[in-house]
Structure formats: structure tokens, C-alpha cells
């Protein structure tokens, strides 16, 4: 596997001196639940696209991917493979298992414990995994650029607290070691609060709304179906967009990059999702109609949700590079001297560029409308 060279690894160090910017311990059918696509013709009346119209060349195209099974961890609701299906992106030449999580970390466990092939996660999750897993344990391969929004601190209707600062000495849920974790203790730093001045109490996002909508915290720092649940009964303190990068990773296993045949469905797959998302940014009803149904949500609620983040950061697929790696090092750092891990390590360890010449490719398939 081709590892960064000495060249990328100094470029790192410096761009980090500068500052730039893990579910199973036993996979249960109570943290993950699995469905599978076989290889199947497109069925989908609102798609606009086929399976193979405007795919890149990869480099890996010659390869027989027909007995693979590639299983791949989702977050919150089946994203990926609803949006394969309507875009008429699902006739994969492999096979495909999808699982759901209720955040990045419990896709990164699943993952060290072999019940996935591939995760998705914010910059966080990986950190945590690489901690625990050590050397050779995950390969960061792949960046899909995102938005930021849906990521925030909320506090019940009617709550006295209208500010960061008010949230010292108050009972906050939050999602450890995410997206949520990180931005909390962000907020709190901007607003010139420690981790200490509040009771933290760690939540799955699920259990976080319904301690926050409950009355049993008085704030949460959650995203997603969370955070849209949560404005129908309480109001935004403060958000993300502009402490996350939306650097979203894709990450892997040296075994499955080292197999050929799951390394070329694993790029394959991601040629499919960049043309999902070009389909999504121009059939943005189609594909809001089926956000809403999946986070009961209203119809319009879900296309402006939809449109505004497309606005601020489109969804687009971008090699792994030096300034990547810098912005998960400076949250990595973050966490360091916050004291939620006890020591520091190079994170540019744990990523590779194994993906890179496809990923060049798949980048320019993106479509902004």
C-alpha cells in the first residue's frame, strides 16, 4: 500500500505548526441494522441519470469486482443507498450491505471489529479510533467536502439561557467523541468557559433529544435528526458552520485497500455517490421528498435544509491531501489540550493517497447544478 511520502508528511507538520485547521464491542441488532442491494437494473421514475452516464475512467475499471460484497456503514438513516436507488445509481457489478449507526464512532467500531468495510464519519471519530486502535488499525482514503449546518447547541422553548456563557453550571448533552464533542468544547472555549464550568453528560443522539425535549439537561450538542427535531420544540444557541471544516472521511482497513477487488469497488462505489450527489443538486425536490419521509420532517423544511447546505459547502469527493490532514490534526491537538486524550500522535499516520488517481478522476464528475 502506498503510503504519504517523507515530502507530504513535513508539508503536514508545517501546516499544523501554523495552526491551520470508534459499536460495537459486540455487533448487536440494537446498534446497527443491515440491508443489502444485490446487482439489480435501475428502477427509479425520477432519476435522470443511468449507471454508467458520465462515469470516470478509473484506474481501476479493469478489475473483477463481481464476487465482492462491500459493506458500508451509514449514519442516521440509509443516505447513501436511497440516494443510489433515486438517482438510478444501484446496479452496482458488486454487491453492496448497508448498515445503520447513530453516529461517525460507532461506524469506526464496527469497523475495527470487522463488521464493516467502509465508514463515513466527521474528522472526530477517526481520532479516537486511531487512539485506540493503534498503528495499521483504519486508512483514512478518501474526503467528501460538506456543510456544516444541522450541527448545533440547542436549548429547550422557554429556557432562560440565550448564550454560551449561560450554559456554566448547566447540564449539557452531547455526542461523545463526535462532530458534537468537538464544537461544544469550542463554544465553550469562544465564549471564555472550560469543559469544567458545565456538567457534561454523554448522549447518543437519540438519548440526548429526549433528555433535552424531557427537561433532564438543560442544552444539547447534537446534530442531524437531532438538532431538526429539536427546532420544533426549543431554538438554536449557537451553531457550527464556522468551527467545522466539512472535511467528512472515508475510512477503511489496510486488509480491504490491500484487496484488489474490494479496493475497486470501494472506488467504484465512490464514482456512483459523486454522481448521486450531482443528481440530488439538480432534482433537489425529488431528492428533498425523500429526506422528509426518512426524518419526518416537512417536505419544505427538508429542500430549504437541503439548498442552503449545498449553497455553503457543495457535496463533492477530493483526493486526501496535506491540508486535510493538517485541519484533523489541529482538531486532534484540540483535543489534546482539552485533556480528552491524554497524549498526542500523528494523525497523517493513519491516512493514504492508496486512492488518489480515482479520487482526481472522481472529483471531476462533480456537477454544481
Not at 43 to 65: F, H, I, N
Not at 102 to 127: R, Y
Not at 271 to 279: D, E, P, T, V
Request: proline share 4%; hydrophobic share 40%.
Amino acid at each position: 500500500m502506498t503510503r504519504r511520502p517523507r515530502a507530504w508528511r513535513l508539508a503536514t507538520a508545517a501546516l499544523t505548526a501554523l495552526g491551520l485547521s470508534v459499536i460495537l464491542a459486540a455487533c448487536g441488532q440494537s446498534q446497527g441494522a443491515s440491508t443489502s442491494s444485490t446487482p439489480s437494473s435501475p428502477s427509479s421514475s425520477d432519476a435522470k441519470s443511468s449507471s454508467t452516464a458520465g462515469a470516470a475512467a478509473l484506474a481501476v475499471d479493469t478489475v473483477d469486482t463481481a464476487g465482492v460484497t462491500l459493506r458500508i456503514g451509514e449514519t442516521g438513516w440509509k443516505t447513501q443507498q436511497l440516494l443510489l436507488e433515486k438517482a438510478g445509481l444501484a446496479d452496482t457489478p458488486y454487491k453492496t450491505e448497508f448498515s445503520l449507526f447513530q453516529g461517525g464512532n460507532l461506524q469506526l467500531e464496527a469497523l475495527g471489529a470487522g463488521a464493516i468495510d467502509l465508514a463515513s464519519a466527521s474528522e472526530i471519530p477517526p481520532i479516537f479510533a486511531a487512539q485506540s486502535g493503534g498503528p495499521g488499525s483504519l486508512d483514512v482514503i478518501a474526503v467528501r467536502e460538506g456543510n456544516t449546518l444541522t450541527q448545533e447547541v440547542v436549548v429547550p422553548q422557554g429556557s432562560a439561557i440565550t448564550d454560551v456563557g449561560g450554559l456554566k453550571g448547566k447540564k449539557v448533552a452531547y455526542v461523545q467523541n463526535t462532530t458534537a464533542h468537538y464544537f461544544l468544547y469550542k463554544a465553550l472555549e469562544q465564549a471564555g468557559l472550560a469543559w469544567t464550568d458545565i456538567e457534561a453528560v454523554p448522549l447518543s443522539t437519540s438519548d440526548g433529544l429526549a433528555a433535552l425535549l424531557a427537561g433532564q439537561v438543560d442544552a444539547l450538542a447534537s446534530y442531524g435528526n437531532a438538532i431538526i427535531t429539536a427546532h420544533a420544540n426549543g431554538a438554536t444557541l449557537v451553531d457550527a458552520k464556522n468551527i467545522l471544516s466539512g472535511n467528512f472521511v472515508y475510512v477503511s482497513t489496510p486488509t480491504t485497500v490491500a484487496d484488489p477487488a474490494k479496493k475497486a469497488a470501494i472506488a467504484e462505489f465512490f464514482s456512483r455517490l459523486q454522481r448521486g450527489f450531482n443528481w440530488a443538486r439538480a432534482n433537489p425536490d425529488a431528492w428533498a421528498a425523500v429526506t422528509a419521509e426518512q426524518t419526518k420532517q416537512p417536505v419544505d423544511q427538508a429542500l430549504k435544509t437541503f439548498t442552503d447546505g449545498e449553497a455553503q459547502r457543495p457535496s463533492k469527493f477530493v483526493p486526501t491531501s496535506a491540508d486535510a490532514i493538517a485541519s484533523e490534526q489541529d482538531v486532534l491537538d484540540t483535543f489534546v489540550k482539552a485533556g480528552i486524550l491524554k497524549s498526542g500522535f500523528d494523525i497523517g499516520d493513519y491516512w493514504t493517497d492508496e486512492f488518489n488517481q480515482d479520487l482526481t478522476s472522481i472529483e471531476a464528475e462533480y456537477v454544481a447544478d
